[in-house]
């Protein structure tokens, strides 16, 4: 549930607002991330005008409501102004006019006032609050960027995901989060994974402690976000389980019903998981470029087998 004291509070600051009536009113919660002006609204056309929106008055609509007389104002103010409204901003350092406010303060809808034009709030709003209505999900696990891939490493607790990813950040590659990432699920279409203020740039190495990565190893080797492209599982080798040899069969995983690839790789002493996971990392982007190491080898494997069969019926008939 997010409120207008919520967007009030992390980016009043950023959006310059200042509340001038309605402060009883920060409590409305924010149904829709988006923004509009009331555009014909003003006009006394309501059909199709959507009230659990924040209104954004600019300069064109306080020029107009200067023009109409006090009654017919307070008349078109009461129609656009609801019990649904979540807030009104006041763009360009407007003074509101005296009705607005009066209605705004009797009915607890807090009235902001901001320097920036309509259409720069517009966006800003839009954008922010988009942000904060992703879909989300925590999980547990670590997240690092290596050659410009994002991979989720996950697995079971103390099976290594740490210490390979502390190795990954010592040969240049960047950590995003350690331990706990949150996922975000962009445009309906990408995922992005963080990690919480508390413990950015932190990871935590049994028999060492707390270690800060961005101190260690410099600021280059850590980054705030980056888009989820592949997961990777970790876990211990089990000689009764089958691993995968050629790669033909490619896993997906979903997340917030959106398909990654994965996969499971098996830790034992003497395989270098450092390795392995820059070697999936390189992988994945020769797979986006549009090679594929294992199809080629069975394409190849095929036409091998084809050249094969043909000169064994040649000489079945020739003898």
Same mark, same amino acid.
């Not at 009043?12 to 002006?37: C, D, M, N, Q, T």
């Not at 080629?296 to 043909?310: D, I, S, T």
């Given at each position: ?19 001038? %009536? ?13 923004? !509009? ?7 006394? /056309? ?41 807030? %009104? ?10 009705? &607005? ?24 709003? $839009? ?10 999900? $925590? ?7 290596? *050659? ?32 706990? %990432? ?32 961005? !101190?260690?190893?410099?600021? %280059? ?20 389980? *089958? /691993? ?17 690839? /994965? ?37 190849? &494997? ?18």
């Amino acid at each position: 549930m997010y409120l207008v004291q919520n967007l009030f509070e992390q980016h009043g600051k950023f959006l310059g607002l200042e509340l001038l %009536v309605g402060a009883a009113g920060l409590s409305r919660r924010i149904y829709k991330p988006e923004v !509009h002006r009331p555009g014909l609204g003003l006009t006394g /056309y309501l059909k199709g005008y959507v009230a659990a929106r924040i209104l954004v008055i600019g300069k064109q609509e306080i020029e107009y409501l200067r023009e109409q007389p006090a009654k017919l104002r307070v008349e078109r103010l009461r129609s656009i102004l609801t019990s649904a409204t979540p807030a %009104v901003i006041v763009a360009r350092g407007f003074r509101p006019p005296k009705e &607005l406010i009066s209605l705004c303060e009797k009915n607890k809808i807090p009235l902001f006032k901001a320097n920036a034009t309509a259409t720069n709030l517009l966006s800003r709003i $839009t954008f922010l609050l988009l942000e904060e209505f992703c879909p989300t999900v $925590t999980l547990h696990g670590t997240l690092v960027e290596v *050659f410009g891939v994002g991979v989720l490493i996950q697995g079971e607790s103390s099976v290594g995901k740490s210490e390979a990813a502390l190795g990954l950040i010592e040969r240049g590659h960047r950590l995003i989060s350690d331990d706990v %990432v949150r996922v975000k699920k962009k445009e309906g279409s990408y995922l992005v994974g963080s990690g919480p203020e508390l413990t950015r740039h932190l990871m935590e190495i049994r028999g060492i402690g707390i270690i800060n990565v961005a !101190h260690l190893y410099g600021a %280059v080797c850590v980054r705030p976000d980056k888009g989820i492209d592949i997961v990777v599982k970790l876990e211990q080798w089990d000689d009764q389980h *089958f /691993y995968d040899r050629v790669g033909l069969d490619e896993k997906f995983i979903d997340i917030l019903e959106i398909s990654v690839p /994965y996969h499971l790789l098996p830790v034992k002493p003497g395989r270098d998981v450092v390795l392995l996971l820059e070697t999936i990392g390189l992988n994945h982007r020769l797979k986006d470029m549009g090679y594929n190491s294992a199809k080629e080898f069975n394409a190849k &494997l095929l036409e091998a087998l084809a050249r094969r069969q043909k000169k064994r019926i040649i000489r079945e008939t020739r003898a």
